[in-house]
C-alpha cells in the first residue's frame, strides 16, 4: 500500500514569490491535514480537510491556503514568501476526520531565500 | 496553539536503560493520545496510542502509562536501543479538534 506521497520533496523559493505544495494520500484516505515543521515551534497546525471541506484551520495568516480535490489529493499554496515560512511541510492523512491514526508523508523542505 | 505540553526536552540514555518521556494536555475533549518517532528527514511515523477509557497500553518495548484525572501521559521505551535514538511527540485529539503535537524529545540512546 502506497504511503502519504508529497511532492517536491526540496523547494527554494524568493522572499514575495508564492508556492504550492501537493499531497497524495493513502488510498482511501479521505482526511488530509497540513502541518508546519520548524526547530522553534515544533508541529504547527495549518488545516484539516474531509471529502473536500476544510473543517478546521491553525492561525496562520491568509497567505497560507489550501484545497482538497475529489480524489482526496490535496495542495496547499503559501503566497507572498517571507523568509520565516522556511520550514518543513507536512501531509498527513487519515480514514477518519481529526487526525485518528495519521499517517504522515516525508515533507516539503521549503527554504526561502 | 500549544495544548499538549512535553518534556524533557531531550534525553540521553544508556543503552538497555528505560527511557521515559511526560505529556501534559489541557483540553479534557481529547479522546485519543498517540506518539510518533520521526529521523531526520523523515515525517513522524505513529508509534503507539491510547483512549482515555484504558490506563496502559503496553506494544512491544514501548508502553503507554495514561492518568486521565492528571491530565497527563507517558511514553516509556524498555530496553533502550542505539537505533530508537530520534525525535518523539506526543499529540491528543478529538472527533471536533484537530490533532495537536507536544514540543518534542529528542532522544539520543548512547551504547
Known amino acids: 500500500k502506497a504511503g502519504v506521497t508529497q511532492t517536491p520533496r526540496y523547494l527554494i523559493k524568493t522572499r514575495g514569490q508564492q508556492v504550492t505544495l501537493s499531497c497524495s494520500p493513502i488510498s482511501g484516505h479521505r482526511s488530509v491535514s497540513w502541518y508546519q515543521q520548524t526547530p522553534g515551534q515544533g508541529l504547527q497546525f495549518l488545516f484539516e480537510?474531509?471529502?473536500?471541506?476544510?473543517?478546521n484551520k491553525g492561525n496562520f495568516p491568509g497567505r497560507f491556503s489550501g484545497r482538497q480535490f475529489s480524489n482526496s489529493r490535496s495542495e496547499m499554496n503559501v503566497s507572498t514568501l517571507e523568509l520565516g515560512d522556511s520550514a518543513l511541510y507536512l501531509c498527513?492523512?487519515?480514514?477518519?476526520?481529526?487526525?485518528?491514526?495519521?499517517?504522515f508523508g516525508s515533507g516539503t523542505r521549503l527554504t526561502v531565500v | 496553539q500549544q495544548q499538549v505540553k512535553q518534556s524533557p526536552q531531550s534525553l540521553i540514555v544508556q543503552k538497555g536503560g528505560i527511557s521515559i518521556i511526560n505529556c501534559a494536555y489541557e483540553n479534557t475533549a481529547f479522546d485519543y493520545f498517540p506518539w510518533y518517532q520521526q529521523f531526520p528527514g523523515k515525517g513522524p511515523a505513529l508509534l503507539i496510542a491510547i483512549r482515555p477509557d484504558v490506563s496502559e497500553k503496553k506494544e512491544g518495548r514501548f508502553t503507554i502509562s495514561f492518568n486521565k484525572s492528571a491530565k497527563q501521559f507517558s511514553l516509556h521505551i524498555m530496553d533502550s536501543q542505539p537505533g530508537d535514538s530520534a525525535t518523539y511527540f506526543c499529540a491528543a485529539s478529538s472527533n471536533n479538534n484537530d490533532m495537536r503535537f507536544g514540543a518534542g524529545t529528542r532522544l539520543t540512546v548512547k551504547p
Open positions: 480537510y474531509f471529502s473536500e471541506t476544510q473543517r
Open positions: 498527513a492523512s487519515s480514514s477518519t476526520p481529526a487526525g485518528y491514526g495519521y499517517t
